[in-house]
């Protein structure tokens, strides 16, 4: 379910409170990544904004930042896509059905869903960038007379890496949304597009003047793909990335997700390219 | 506080080193824990102390770029060294804590901070400054420290105006010293020298006055003050070293791929010593720690330094990897970035970093190489 209100003010003693969820589900989404479906042990399920993140913590090997990819229709589960790539995350993929992790949060600014109603929306996604933005792909998707035009732009390494394969299909049978999806390199099945995520801006035409741009991947996917939303007149506070940083804390105490003056848990992860084209993009910021 | 309090809190009191003994006493009588400053090692750092007698009787610190050493100064000073390596922020922010534990049953048991009386003697201009950075990191943000803020909870803080700076002292630059101005319980300006030696004292807080009436502190005399002050004038006058904040944000800001950054990271060894010893660094990592049969696993929070490697690492690798862009992040999150998080610089002045740096980095100079590097491209 979608959280209308700001982010509450969390009292001292919640800062550092964990709820335990139960592993409802889990798919296979590629070799190394898989979707967990959580659901709260107690209460009804987690009030989030779509591109917020929460702590996921496997019990005696630790906590890692993971964006919120989806809940169910009735919000009474979440999904997370994990990628394995270090301990925690490799502890998290393996947890069985049944099974508990822990939960902090939701933290973070996401999408400016609201700002963008009544307008075109163009979501464009690198990897598993699209996890953070398939909250705001079912949100826009069942609320879908609230946009305008609405276009998702997705490209992978491969076919193999291509997430929600199951989903995938559905939004691309939508007759309300126009979902081009391309791979860097194809196989002998592949029968789509082929190259990175910024050629498929060769096949739609955006209207600058009412559109809001959602873009997630690997930051040089994202600086490529905000230079060709800029080359098509997008402003840049409707252009709105998702950032990733090292993360101890989530609520802005630990200092490691520091870009340039923002902390990307409690300023981001979502950021219009306006507040931080000065620090985007430079080496080592 | 009425009226009453605001003619009194302005006014001066009197204490002899017997009667500086008494207030130590008091507020050990009064469940305090005293922490003071005591010489261990050859330096000045921050303990409990029982007596004044513990404190660094007749020493001075010098101090430079890398260099640090106790000498006798030849009189009975309680205060007349400036600060040494350590901070008041280990015992408010403590270097190590345990956050949670948590069973495998899935009990879990947050650690939401204990209050303790503490009493802080000798916190200088600078370091109160320090505190008041600390508290809007760690209390004014959406999220606050539940640890901090129940250590903060019943401090008491009596002050020290700095009557002789060191030689890496820039508070006064910074505006945060060489007096304390705000955010004591009591303030202390000591005067040694000529046959006497005495306190002048001004209360901050209620808490403050109550603690100078009960131990009978009488109000000090025109003279007396006037000699303190003079001595605090002295003070203002003797600082060697200044940073130029005018405009520096925005120079920073303007100057990231600044050409003196490759010259420093030359230098700087990443080793962590200038954030270690800085009283305003608050980044921390965690660690989690499992019990020896699985049962329990707890997770610890400790000081991190953003000089280290695995800092900002995400999965293929540390975004700083060079020394440079960690030198940079420090350099501009001290006296830029900061500004912007928390509407105050996190630099206070106290030249910890300078002195503790193993190859005297000295960031008042590298902000100035900084300024002088941009009008020279300028001039080309």
Same mark, same amino acid.
């Given at each position: 379910m979608l959280?209308e209100?700001?982010l509450?003010?969390?009292?001292a003693?919640?800062?550092? *409170?964990m709820?335990?969820?139960?592993?409802v589900? *889990?798919?296979?989404? =590629?070799?190394?990544?898989?979707t967990l479906?959580?659901?709260?042990r107690?209460?009804d399920?987690?009030? +989030?904004?779509p591109?917020?993140?929460?702590?996921? +913590?496997?019990?005696?090997?630790?906590e890692?930042p993971?964006s919120?990819s989806g809940?169910s229709l009735?919000?009474?589960?979440?999904?997370?896509t994990i990628r394995?790539?270090?301990?925690?995350t490799?502890a998290l993929?393996?947890a069985?059905?049944?099974?508990?992790v822990g939960?902090?949060g939701p933290?973070?600014?996401g999408?400016p869903l609201?700002?963008?109603e009544?307008?075109d929306v163009v979501?464009v996604?690198?990897g598993i960038g699209?996890?953070?933005?398939?909250?705001?792909i079912?949100?826009?998707l069942?609320?879908?007379?609230? +946009?305008s035009n609405?276009y998702i732009?997705?490209?992978a390494?491969?076919?193999g890496d291509?997430l +929600?394969?199951?989903?995938?299909p559905?939004?691309?049978?939508r007759?309300?949304?126009?979902?081009?999806? =391309?791979?860097?390199?194809?196989?002998?099945k592949w029968?789509?597009?082929?190259?990175?995520?910024?050629t498929?801006?060769?096949h739609?035409?955006l209207?600058?003047?009412?559109?809001?741009?959602?873009?997630?991947?690997?930051?040089i996917?994202?600086k490529? =793909?905000?230079q060709?939303?800029?080359n098509?007149?997008?402003p840049?506070?409707?252009i709105?990335?998702?950032m990733?940083?090292?993360?101890?804390?989530?609520v802005?105490?630990?200092?490691h997700c520091?870009?340039?003056?923002?902390f990307?848990?409690?300023?981001g992860?979502v950021f219009s390219?306006?507040?931080?084209?000065?620090?985007?993009g430079?080496?080592?910021? | 506080?009425?009226a009453?309090?605001?003619?009194e809190k302005t006014?001066n009191?009197?204490?002899d080193?017997?009667?500086?003994?008494e207030l130590i006493?008091a507020?050990?009588?009064?469940?305090?824990?005293v922490y003071?400053p005591?010489?261990?090692?050859g330096?000045?750092?921050y303990?409990?102390?029982?007596s004044?007698s513990?404190?660094p009787?007749?020493?001075?610190d010098?101090q430079?770029p890398g260099?640090?050493r106790?000498?006798e100064?030849g009189d009975?000073?309680?205060?007349?060294?400036?600060? @040494?390596?350590?901070?008041?922020?280990?015992?408010?922010?403590?270097?190590?804590v345990?956050l949670?534990?948590?069973s495998?049953?899935g009990?879990?048991t947050?650690?939401? @901070?204990?209050?303790r009386k503490?009493?802080?003697i000798?916190?200088r201009g600078?370091e109160l400054?320090a505190?008041?950075?600390?508290d809007?990191?760690?209390?004014?943000g959406p999220?606050?420290?539940?640890i901090?803020a129940?250590?903060?909870?019943?401090?008491?803080v009596?002050a020290v105006n700095?009557?002789e700076?060191?030689?890496?002292c820039?508070?006064?630059?910074?505006?945060?010293?060489?007096?304390?101005?705000?955010?004591?319980?009591?303030s202390?300006?000591?005067v040694?020298?000529?046959?006497?030696h005495?306190?002048?004292a001004?209360?901050?807080?209620?808490e403050?006055l109550?603690?100078?009436?009960?131990i009978?502190?009488?109000?000090?005399?025109r003279?007396?003050?006037?000699?303190a002050?003079e001595?605090?004038e002295e003070?203002?006058?003797s600082f060697?070293?200044?940073?130029?904040?005018?405009?520096l944000?925005?120079l920073?800001?303007?100057?990231?791929?600044s050409?003196v950054?490759a010259?420093?990271?030359?230098?700087?060894?990443?080793c962590?010593?200038?954030?270690?010893?800085c009283p305003?660094c608050f980044?921390?990592?965690?660690e989690?720690?499992t019990?020896?049969?699985?049962?329990?696993a707890?997770?610890w929070r400790?000081?991190?330094s953003?000089?280290?490697l695995?800092f900002?690492y995400?999965?293929?690798?540390?975004?700083r990897?060079?020394?440079?862009?960690r030198?940079?992040q420090w350099l501009?999150?001290?006296?830029? #970035?900061?500004?912007?998080?928390?509407?105050v610089m996190?630099?206070v002045?106290? @030249?910890?970093?300078i002195?503790?740096c193993?190859?005297?980095?000295d960031? #008042?100079?590298?902000?100035?190489?900084i300024?002088?590097a941009?009008?020279?491209?300028?001039?080309?």
């Open positions: 959280a209100q700001k509450k003010v969390v009292e003693p919640d800062t550092f *409170k709820e335990w969820f139960r592993v589900g *889990k798919t296979r989404e =590629t070799a190394d990544t898989y479906k959580l659901k709260p107690r209460g399920g987690l009030a +989030y904004q591109g917020q993140f929460v702590m996921l +913590y496997s019990f005696g090997v630790g890692v993971i919120i809940n009735n919000g009474k589960t979440i999904e997370q394995a790539v270090g301990p925690v490799k993929v393996s069985d059905i049944g099974s508990m939960v902090r933290f973070g600014r999408w609201k700002e963008a009544g307008q979501i996604a690198g699209l996890a953070p933005l398939r909250p705001a079912q949100y826009i069942r609320n879908r007379e609230k +946009y609405f732009l997705y490209g390494r491969t076919p291509l +929600y394969k199951r989903s995938l559905a939004w691309r049978g007759l309300d949304a126009q979902v081009l999806v =391309t791979v860097d390199r194809g196989d002998e029968r789509g597009y082929i190259g990175v995520v910024t498929l801006f060769r739609v035409k209207e600058p003047s009412n559109t809001y741009a959602y873009v997630c991947g690997p930051e996917m994202m490529f =793909t905000v060709e939303l800029k098509q007149g997008l840049d506070d409707r709105f990335i998702s990733e940083r090292n993360m101890k804390c989530g802005g105490l630990c200092g520091q870009f340039g003056p923002t990307v848990c409690k300023d992860p390219f306006a507040e931080v084209s000065n620090f985007f430079r080496r080592e910021v | 506080m009425g009453s309090f605001e003619s006014c009191y009197f204490l080193p017997q009667g500086f003994e006493l507020l050990r009588g009064h469940g305090y824990v003071g005591v010489v261990r090692d330096a000045i750092v303990d409990e102390v029982e004044a513990q404190l009787v007749g020493m001075r010098r430079g260099y640090y106790l000498e100064r009975r000073a309680f205060f007349g060294f400036v600060v @040494g390596p350590h901070s008041w922020k280990k015992f408010l922010y403590p270097p190590r345990k949670l534990t948590v495998k049953k009990e879990v947050l650690n939401n @901070g204990e209050e503490m009493a802080f000798g916190v600078c400054a505190i008041d950075v600390l809007r990191v760690l209390l004014k999220y606050i420290d539940p901090y129940a250590r903060k909870k019943s401090l008491f009596v700095c009557t700076p060191g030689e890496n820039f508070c006064a630059s910074m505006g945060t010293g060489p007096e304390a101005k705000t955010g004591y319980d009591i202390l300006t000591e040694v020298g000529d046959g006497v005495y306190f002048v001004r209360a901050g807080s209620d403050g109550s603690l100078l009436k009960r009978g502190a009488r109000e000090a005399t003279e007396e003050v006037s000699r002050e001595k605090m003070s203002q006058k060697r070293k200044k940073l130029n904040v005018n405009g944000k925005e920073l800001y303007r100057n990231i791929e050409p950054y010259e420093v990271a030359e230098r700087c060894l990443a962590t010593n200038c954030t270690m010893v305003t980044c921390t990592t965690v989690e720690v019990s020896l049969n699985g049962d329990v707890e997770r400790r000081w991190d953003c000089f280290n695995d900002s995400i999965h293929g690798g540390s975004i990897s060079s020394r440079l862009s030198y940079r501009t999150h001290k006296l830029a #970035t900061w500004v912007d998080q928390f509407g996190g630099c002045g106290c @030249g910890r970093c002195t503790w193993p190859v005297g980095i960031i #008042t100079e590298e902000a100035e190489k300024r002088r941009e009008v020279e491209v300028a001039a080309k």
